[in-house]
């Protein structure tokens, strides 16, 4: 784009701007929603608080699917790539 043109674009720099940062926030939390090891130690973390008895059956069989779901959804995600 030329000079014309980034002038004519100056007015919404800001809404650019602020467009590119939500981008970039989304990028990055789906990359460590997304990341297997974050799951694994959320699953560990998990464990331990059962063992600790923070955490009754029903929640921890709760919080654990939820985990294991994620953890598969990741694996088709990588083996569609």
């Not at 809404?15 to 297997?36: F, I, M, N, S």
Request: aromatic share 6%.
């Amino acid at each position: 784009m030329g000079l014309l043109g980034e002038l004519l674009l100056l007015p919404t720099a800001p809404v650019r701007g602020t467009a590119w940062v939500l981008r970039q926030v989304v990028e990055e939390a789906e990359r460590q929603y997304y990341d297997p090891s974050v799951v694994q130690a959320e699953l560990a973390r998990l464990a331990e608080r059962f063992e600790a008895g923070e955490i009754d059956d029903d929640e921890f069989d709760r919080r654990e699917d939820e985990l294991l779901d994620r953890l598969e959804t990741i694996q088709n995600r990588r083996q569609t790539r």
